[in-house]
């Protein structure tokens, strides 16, 4: 993998627009967050945290599938695809290195926003979340990597706005099946639909990457952490989920005639 594409498109997302304004906006949102806490009584540091937490895994979310949906179309439009393949780099490379690109980029922004968290956390609530903030955000930088390695490959199927429509469909499908199937599965809720066809879509779901076990932001405030070779082996699953969707993605290209 060429480690130059890489970083130029970090460079690039560091400069565009829309990567600092998710970045102030999610200071903001950080702010705003701080601020509610503070005028309840009910356990404001929980709150706290549950609003950071939240936020960012959104934002930085959204920002990922919007950037993954556009990045072949953009780069075609612009003939600066065409001119780096020409220059000797494959296209498996060309789009692995931009993929993690886009993921290192998103990673300095949500350390911006992990820091700006803690600061507030611990200088002004006197609570910093336990090490299970830090085992969130270590997994859900695993989710974020996967979310983008779909979107890739969608992004190389469709159009852009139907891969970020599909992708994002997706996302939340896969962060929500377990409630999903809650919902489908109980005799009072399931009553009123025909739950068959639903739970046959969720049981073929279940080859699809399980990104509900990915995400612990819910645990923030129950308990100071869980086992890290827990977390460990699913950072592992992580990876092994985005090499598996990167290769598809990377065949697709292979395939396209450009």
Same mark, same amino acid.
């Given at each position: ?79 600066? !695809?065409?001119?780096? /393949?020409? *220059?000797?780099? %494959?296209?498996? #490379? ?6 993690? &690109?886009? @993921? ?65 469909? !997706?996302?939340?499908? /896969?962060? *929500?099946?377990? %409630?999903?199937? #809650? ?6 809720? &399931?009553? @009123? ?66």
């Amino acid at each position: 993998m060429n480690t130059t594409l890489v970083f130029l498109r970090l460079r690039l997302l560091l400069r565009q627009k829309i990567g600092w304004l998710s970045l102030l906006a999610g200071l903001f949102f950080i702010l705003v967050g701080y601020t509610t806490a503070t005028i309840s009584f009910v356990s404001p540091a929980k709150i706290f945290w549950d609003f950071a937490l939240g936020l960012s895994f959104v934002l930085v979310h959204l920002l990922g599938l919007y950037l993954a949906a556009q990045l072949f179309h953009d780069e075609k439009e612009r003939r600066t !695809l065409h001119l780096v /393949l020409v *220059s000797g780099v %494959s296209r498996s #490379r060309w789009l692995v290195a931009n993929i993690l &690109g886009i @993921f290192l980029g998103l990673m300095v922004i949500e350390a911006a926003w992990f820091g700006m968290t803690e600061i507030m956390g611990v200088g002004l609530l006197e609570s910093w979340g336990g090490w299970i903030v830090v085992q969130a955000k270590l997994l859900q930088a695993m989710s974020l990597l996967i979310v983008l390695s779909y979107t890739a490959l969608f992004s190389l199927m469709l159009r852009p706005l139907l891969a970020l429509i599909l992708s994002l469909s !997706l996302t939340v499908f /896969l962060y *929500s099946m377990s %409630s999903i199937e #809650r919902v489908f599965s109980d005799e009072l809720s &399931g009553a @009123f639909v025909n739950s068959t066809w639903a739970l046959s879509v969720i049981k073929i779901a279940k080859f699809l990457p399980p990104l509900e076990w990915f995400d612990l932001k819910m645990f923030v405030g129950y308990h100071d952490q869980i086992a890290w070779s827990t977390v460990g082996l699913t950072m592992l699953l992580g990876l092994a989920w985005s090499a598996l969707l990167l290769g598809l993605a990377s065949w697709r290209f292979s395939r396209l005639d450009l």
